[in-house]
C-alpha cells in the first residue's frame, strides 16, 4: 500500500540523493549489498542478544538504502541484474529480521508464542513475495502487486515492534508479529485471488 501512495514523495527526496552518489562512483548493485549486509548483521547482532533498540536503528538505517539504491537504479539506468540481486537480497534480509526476532523469542524472552508468530512472518513474507515473481513469469505480474501488507509495511511494523519492546512497552513484539501474520494471511489470499481472476480472464 505504501508503494502506491508514497512512491512519488518519497522519489522526490530520494531520486537527488541517488543522482548524486551515481556521479561519485557508486553502483546501485554496490548500495544494495551494502545495506543487505548491514542489515543482516544488525538483526542477526542484536535482537538475540535482546539488544533490540539498537538493533531497530541499525537494521531502520541500512534498510533504508534500500530506497537509495532504487533511486540510483533509476538514475543510472536499470539493469535484468541489478533487478534479480535487489530481489534476492531484500528476501535476504526479511528472512534475517524475522529468524532474529523469532530467535530472541526463543532464547531471551522464552516465549514460543512470539515464536510462532515470528516464524509464521517469515513464511508468509517469503511467499507473498514468491506469488508475485511467480505471477511476473506467467504473464500476470501487474495482477500480483499490491496487498494490504507489502515488504515496507512488514518491516515497518516489525521494527515498530521491537523498537518499542525495547524501550520497555510490554508485548509489542509479540502484538506487532500476530497483526502481522494476521495482515500477511490477508495480502497473500489477495494476491492469488487476483491472480486467478486474471487468470480467468485471460482464458475468455
Do not use: H
Not at 11 to 32: C, E
Not at 86 to 106: N, Q, S, Y
Amino acid at each position: 500500500m505504501l508503494n502506491i501512495f508514497a512512491r512519488a514523495s518519497v522519489s522526490r527526496v530520494t531520486d537527488p540523493i541517488g543522482a548524486a552518489l551515481v556521479r561519485v562512483g557508486l553502483t546501485p548493485n554496490a548500495m544494495t549489498l551494502i545495506g543487505t549486509a548491514g542489515a543482516i548483521a544488525g538483526a542477526l547482532a542484536f535482537f538475540p542478544t535482546g539488544m533490540l533498540l539498537a538493533g531497530t536503528f541499525v537494521v531502520w538505517g541500512f534498510v533504508m538504502l534500500d530506497l537509495l539504491d532504487g533511486a540510483m537504479a533509476r538514475a543510472k539506468g536499470s539493469t535484468p541484474f541489478g533487478a534479480v540481486l535487489d530481489a534476492t537480497c531484500d528476501r535476504l534480509v526479511d528472512g534475517a529480521v524475522f529468524a532474529a526476532i523469532a530467535w530472541w523469542a526463543f532464547v531471551v524472552a522464552d516465549n514460543p508464542r512470539v515464536a510462532a508468530a515470528a516464524l509464521l512472518s517469515l513464511v508468509l513474507a517469503q511467499v507473498i513475495s514468491y506469488v508475485k515473481a511467480r505471477a511476473e513469469a506467467s504473464g500476470f505480474g501487474d495482477a500480483a502487486n499490491g496487498g494490504l501488507v507489502e515488504r515496507a509495511e512488514r518491516l515497518i511494523i516489525a521494527l515498530v515492534g521491537t523498537g518499542l519492546q525495547g524501550l520497555g512497552v510490554p508485548y509489542a513484539i509479540e502484538g506487532s508479529q500476530w497483526l502481522l501474520a494476521v495482515l500477511s494471511v490477508v495480502t497473500l489470499g489477495q494476491r492469488v485471488t487476483a491472480v486467478a481472476m486474471a487468470a480467468r480472464k485471460a482464458r475468455l
